[in-house]
T-cell receptor
Framework: AQSVTQPDIHITVSEGVSLELRCNYS??????LFWYVQSPGQGLQLLLK??????LVQGIKGFEAEFKRSQSSFNLRKPSVHWSDAAEYFC????????????FGAGTRLAVHP | DGGITQSPKYLFRKEGQNVTLSCEQN?????MYWYRQDPGQGLRLIYY???????QKGDIAEGYSVSREKKESFPLTVTSAQKNPTAFYLC?????????????FGPGTRLTVT
């Protein structure tokens, strides 16, 4: 079955440290992969996406993610976290199914201490 | 400025009443989606539509209904048959051709039913 797993429900870090949010997916074909960010009470904003080509993709707000086919992973990274990065982060995989279907992980809530 | 609007941002209803959530987009997208978000569960698809006058059930359609009379609009009705309607509702849209699965999200409507 197609699925997305984000193993960390909550992560707390201090401002200025590096960050890695984990995402693992289960899908038989080459996936389309996405990271979205959601501030409290807001909609989802696309951070970055992977369709093909270079497995290291750059996104907005200084984020990047690396697609590792052998590990079925698409982890999100940022070298230095800012207090404004506190939000919920969702990994999603696009799968075939008659329409542009997205399957979302349960999300990782990030808290940043000053 | 293209985007998706959802109204109202907050909605309060008494149990047993139907309520309609508005979603409008000016991105010229053919496909539109409704998701429900509950804490710790990510996003779950309620309904989607790939073309005017056509829509399909998603994973949790029971107790909900939609219409798609115009390309720009995809209202969601939460009926009294929905057993647990209190949630955050997100509308999204995407292109249909190209298949990159990227979806654009509105700001959401928080529905509280008491």
């Amino acid at each position: 079955a197609q699925s997305v797993t984000q193993p960390d429900i909550h992560i707390t870090v201090s401002e200025g440290v590096s960050l890695e949010l984990r995402c693992n997916y289960s899908y038989g074909a080459t996936p389309y992969l996405f990271w979205y960010v959601q501030s409290p009470g807001q909609g989802l904003q696309l951070l970055l996406k992977y369709f093909s080509g270079d497995t290291l993709v750059q996104g907005i707000k200084g984020f990047e993610a690396e697609f590792k086919r052998s590990q079925s992973s698409f982890n999100l990274r940022k070298p230095s976290v800012h207090w404004s990065d506190a939000a919920e982060y969702f990994c999603a995989v696009g799968v075939s199914g008659g329409y542009n279907k997205l399957i979302f992980g349960a999300g990782t809530r990030l808290a940043v201490h000053p | 400025d293209g985007g998706i609007t959802q109204s109202p941002k907050y909605l309060f209803r008494k149990e047993g009443q139907n309520v309609t959530l508005s979603c409008e987009q000016n991105l010229n997208h053919d496909a539109m989606y409704w998701y429900r978000q509950d804490p710790g569960q990510g996003l779950r698809l309620i309904y989607y539509s790939q073309i005017v006058n056509d829509f399909q059930k998603g994973d949790i359609a029971e107790g909900y209904s939609v219409s798609r009379e115009k390309k720009e609009s995809f209202p969601l009705t939460v009926t009294s048959a929905q057993k647990n309607p209190t949630a955050f509702y997100l509308c999204a849209s995407s292109i249909v051709t190209g298949g990159n699965h990227e979806q654009y999200f509105g700001p959401g409507t928080r529905l509280t039913v008491t």
